[in-house]
Structures are given as structure tokens and as C-alpha cells.
């Protein structure tokens, strides 16, 4: 399994974006895909995923502002990011979870800035 992420950059502050990640290779569709982040001397966290059941789960923090989707005939999750903060700032990695094995893609810088 290969996870592909685009979609990172420079952003001022109240802008938005829109993260991409295909994922290639052996891909069960009871799968869980979802987008963690890290930043600078922290600990890697959730920002948004996919339950087994469907549903989907909000960091607290971009509840309101971010969206994640997914487009299962390509098996690529996106996520849309509005109202960017400068403490967004980090790089996005897209999680896929199958079976009792777990992917990383190669994260995507978010610097959120004026």
C-alpha cells in the first residue's frame, strides 16, 4: 500500500486549502483512512478520520473548519481546510488503517503565515 499526499503550501491566515491522498496497492474496502498532523517539537495527533462504520471524528481544535471526504472509487481522501490558523502549522500525514496493518504517507508541509 501507497499513500500519496498533495495539496500542502503556504497559506495566509483565514485562507484555505485542500489536501489530497491516493492510496495505491492492496486496498480493502472496510479500510480507514483518515489525516494526522505534526508540529514542531509535538507529539503527531489527530486532525480528522474515518470510523469503521463510516462516520467521521474532529480533533477539537478544526471542528467547523475542516472537512474530510472521500471518493472511494479512487480510494483518495481529501480534506478541506477553511479559516486557517497560524497553529495549523505542520505537516499533514494521511493514516490508512486495514486489517491489523497501518500506512503513512509522507506528509505534507501546511504553513499557515503572513
Known amino acids: 500500500v501507497q499513500l500519496v499526499e498533495s495539496g500542502g503550501g503556504l497559506v495566509q491566515p483565514g485562507g484555505s486549502l485542500r489536501l489530497s491522498c491516493a492510496a495505491s496497492?492492496?486496498?480493502?474496502?472496510?479500510?480507514?483512512m483518515g489525516w494526522y498532523r505534526q508540529a514542531p517539537g509535538k507529539q503527531r495527533e489527530l486532525v480528522a478520520a474515518?470510523?469503521?462504520?463510516?462516520?467521521?471524528n474532529y480533533a477539537e481544535t478544526v471542528k467547523g473548519r475542516f472537512t474530510i471526504s472521500r471518493d472511494n472509487a479512487k480510494n483518495t481522501v481529501y480534506l478541506q481546510m477553511n479559516s486557517l490558523k497560524p497553529e495549523d502549522t505542520a505537516v499533514y500525514y494521511c493514516?490508512?488503517?486495514?486489517?491489523?496493518?497501518?500506512?503513512w504517507g509522507q506528509g505534507t508541509q501546511v504553513t499557515v503565515s503572513s
Open positions: 493514516r490508512l488503517a486495514q486489517s491489523t496493518y497501518v500506512y
Open positions: 496497492g492492496s486496498i480493502f474496502s472496510s479500510n480507514r
Open positions: 474515518f470510523t469503521s462504520g463510516g462516520s467521521t
